[in-house]
């Protein structure tokens, strides 16, 4: 029987989980990789929403069961890799994560995924010629890792979250209240989204000095302002509009 330890907190429900991957870009023709799938709860949701998953649980047992979970769901198109992630040769084709990995592996998910290393308290990119970056990342994260990993004006960005704004548009797609886990979190969470720049765009960074921290800042004042209009509307008078600024 799988062990839980103090950072590992799985969702309660499969409908939370199908929820949460409707706020997400992940479309019927993607290849998943669902990182410590546990039972199956997200696996089994991912399933129903894309091409094919590939789930990744290290514990035999566990995996063992979500085989069985899987088949009595007639789920077919899931790849159960049992290991650890981290030992794991990621695909050559485009694909996208969506996981809820244990908080205290949360850095070395992103180290795996864009292939870094730490050095002596600095984080290293070491630029492999073989490796492939996801083209999406959604995680669930401890909410104060997932800010550092944002580019903005009001709070300390991490060196990791700098790396990320290079080739990614980072935000916190959705709040989680600590009843959505079993067992529940000590600390708020939230769904964290990097979307990989498209080449759209990094030719207009070629040509006008992109700056991704200008639009990962416009992507959290987007949010904010989003929730403050709705506010105001429910709260004073329907016709209120807002406007974003320039």
């Given at each position: 029987m799988r062990k839980f330890q103090l950072d590992q907190n799985f969702l309660r429900s499969p409908r939370l989980a199908l929820?949460?991957?409707?706020?997400?870009?992940?479309?019927k023709k993607d290849l998943?990789?669902?990182?410590?799938?546990?039972?199956?709860?997200i696996t089994s949701a991912l399933a129903r929403r894309c091409?094919?998953?590939?789930a990744i649980e290290?514990?035999?047992?566990?995996?063992?069961?979500?085989?069985?979970?899987?088949?009595?769901?007639e789920i077919a198109n899931v790849e159960i890799f049992v290991g650890d992630f981290r030992e794991m040769k990621l695909p050559n084709e485009p694909y996208k994560i969506f996981s809820n990995p244990p908080f205290s592996l949360s850095a070395e998910v992103f180290y795996k995924l864009l292939d870094l290393k730490n050095q002596d308290g600095r984080i290293i990119e070491k630029n492999s010629e073989e490796h492939r970056r996801p083209d999406a990342i959604y995680l669930i994260l401890q909410k104060q890792l997932a800010l550092k990993l944002i580019i903005t004006e009001r709070h300390y960005t991490s060196q990791l979250g700098r790396i990320l704004a290079k080739n990614y548009t980072t935000k916190i797609r959705l709040p989680l209240k600590e009843t959505d886990f079993t067992p529940p979190p000590r600390v708020p969470t939230v769904l964290f989204e990097a979307k990989i720049i498209s080449l759209n765009l990094?030719?207009?960074?070629?040509?006008?000095?992109?700056?991704?921290?200008?639009?990962?800042t416009n992507d959290?004042?987007?949010?904010?302002?989003?929730n403050a209009c709705k506010y105001a509307k429910q709260q004073y008078h329907p016709w209120i509009f807002c406007f974003r600024r320039n």
């Open positions: 929820f949460l991957i409707g706020h997400s870009n992940i479309k998943v990789i669902d990182l410590g799938a546990g039972s199956g709860v091409k094919k998953v590939i290290k514990d035999p047992e566990t995996a063992r069961k979500l085989r069985e979970n899987l088949k009595r769901q990094l030719q207009e960074s070629a040509q006008h000095s992109y700056n991704p921290s200008k639009y990962a959290i004042w987007w949010i904010k302002t989003y």
